[in-house]
């Protein structure tokens, strides 16, 4: 017999929250997997467990995940049991308190699921082509601080499973992490920019150039009211112990640092849409509607965006925030599934003041390729949340920065020098590219930055007179006239923004001086870490003018760096073994060499 205790879950959850993250201070003790998956366990745990186990007694597994009791024999197949109880197994199961005798599973500590279907979509791109100074010596993009692609990464690898290079995103492994870049002086200047130069770890003839900006941070108390709209996919796919009480448990996390100002709604969709919250400011009751959520049905995404945005605006909260939450496993298969007549509809809302965020969960039906395009038409951002932990980094630790915006279609331009650099690729952002002429269009979209983001971005150059990576032209006429002079520039960054609420843009304007690379020198500290990261994600996707610098190089660049005590930097030194040990030959996946 099932029961559920919706006042003890909330106050459970609530107690581990306030435990561990006071309104407007630090966190009074390190947050570790163990820490996020007490605080999740109200909806974690339940007879789920016995469905847990038995999809990982018959996975074909033979030694037990880590934090999991190692299983006995299988015992002779029981009698079948009525059809009612079977069918109440496929319901999710949310109670207050653990089952007598049974094992938590962690949720943070990956173990094999069997999956019948494999529906993921991703829309990769190509690794970015060599561009030559003499005919394109300005390079253009708009910012991006979505991490969904790292995470996802992550997943996979701990499943045993080398990602799709299509699901590798290197701009979104290079900003999952923070960096020592100094804070903002002046808000009327809303980031910080930090440019730097190494010589290339796997090229002697090139040099990587870092671009870093930093958002300002804010305080709790500063933050605007925000009325939100948690829009909840509950349909049958959902049913999952990684799917919907994790996100059950992320928006009670996220519920629970909101102030007395904001208000919640929540909205949920399967076969049909449902409001089930207007407007709460009551964190307990906001934690309990989330807690009587079930799964089942098919999955109308569409109308639930549709429904979300009409809680959105019957809530508006002027000069506030107003943003949708998304949180799903995958795609949308009843009512409006074409992704372009989406993309028109959150455009439509944005200009309206209401932004998106998605949150991915799951495996096997994810659509990253919807969710990354809908958010960053939204004016949001994209994350994927795989355990606990990730859910208190994103939602808790950057509640601010998901968010308050403090800048709006920030987009980069960088002129090369061609007395001095000769050849340059951009690593990452292949999906972001912009014309040149884009850069001064204040009609164009671009990325938002929120409150205490960073972004980075990392270019390899060629030098004037250094080996490069493009041929010599056979025609006189068609080959980079022979140039001479010092000058002291080598790059010119020019960035563009807009101040919320404004529609004409401001331009920062910095010159790089060529001093930096005639001093660069090999990466160390927070460069040797970056460009670690970058060559993990380039490696991951198969990129040719790496050469030889494998996973083990990487691992070595990364260590090298110092700070590998602090949690998220030591599990990516955990994930380069996991690649190697996942892309060598007689490995569990395909991909790069050992």
Known sequence: MRFIAFAPMAALVLTGLVYSIQPGQATQRPMTPATADEICA???????????????????????????????????????????????????????????????????????????????????????????????????????????????????????????????????????????????????????????????????????????????????????????????????????????????????????????????????????????????????????????????????????????????????????????????????????????????????????????????????????????QIANHGNGNYAYIDSAMEAHRALVQELSSTLFTIAADVKIQIEFNPLHVREYRLIGYENRLLAEEDFDNDTVDAGEIGAGHQVTALYEIVPTGSRGWLPERRYAANRAEARGGEGAEFAHLRLRYKLPGEDESRLIEQAIGRSAMVNARAPRGDMAFVTAVAAFGQRLRGDTYLGDFDFSDIRRLARASGRTGDYWRGEFVTLTELAEARSAPGGSGEGSKR
Request: proline share 7%; charged share 25%.
């Open 42 to 372: 109200p909806f974690l745990v339940g007879e789920d467990d016995d469905f847990e186990r038995r999809r990982y007694r018959t996975s074909g597994v033979q030694s037990a995940p880590v934090g999991v009791a190692p299983l006995p024999p299988p015992a002779p197949p029981p009698a079948p049991r009525a059809a009612a109880e079977s069918a109440a197994d496929q319901a999710v199961v949310v109670t207050g308190s653990r089952r007598t005798g049974v094992s938590r599973v962690s949720p943070s500590v990956p173990y094999p699921r069997p999956q019948p279907q494999n529906r993921e979509r991703y829309d990769g791109e190509a690794v970015a082509s060599i561009m030559a100074v003499a005919e394109e010596p300005v390079s253009t993009f708009a910012v991006d601080v979505d991490t969904g692609s790292y995470a996802n990464v992550r997943r996979f690898l701990n499943q045993g499973r080398v990602p799709p290079r299509a699901a590798v995103r290197t701009e979104e492994m290079l900003n999952y992490f923070r960096y020592d870049y100094d804070r903002p002086r002046d808000r009327t200047r809303p980031f910080s920019i930090t440019t730097d130069m190494a010589t290339t770890p796997w090229n002697e003839n090139t040099r990587l150039l870092r671009i870093g900006l930093r958002g300002y941070d804010i305080d709790r108390s500063e933050r605007p009211a925000a009325n939100l709209v948690f829009l909840v996919d509950v349909s049958g796919s959902m049913h999952s112990r990684d799917k919907l009480p994790l996100v059950q448990c992320s928006m009670a996390m996220m519920a629970d640092q909101l102030n007395p100002r904001d208000r919640v709604s929540i909205v949920t969709y399967a076969g049909s849409t449902k409001t089930v919250l207007t407007g709460s400011n009551d964190r307990e009751e906001i934690i309990a509607a989330l807690g009587r959520l079930r799964s089942g049905g098919s999955t109308a995404g569409a109308a639930g965006i549709s429904l979300a945005y009409s809680a959105a605006r019957a809530n508006l909260i002027e000069d506030g925030i107003n943003r949708i939450i998304l949180a799903t496993d995958g795609d949308f298969n009843v009512g409006t599934t074409n992704r372009d007549r989406l993309i028109e509809m959150v455009e439509r809302e944005r200009e309206a003041g209401i932004s998106l965020t998605t949150l991915g969960y799951g495996t096997g039906n994810y659509n990253e390729a919807m969710m990354e």
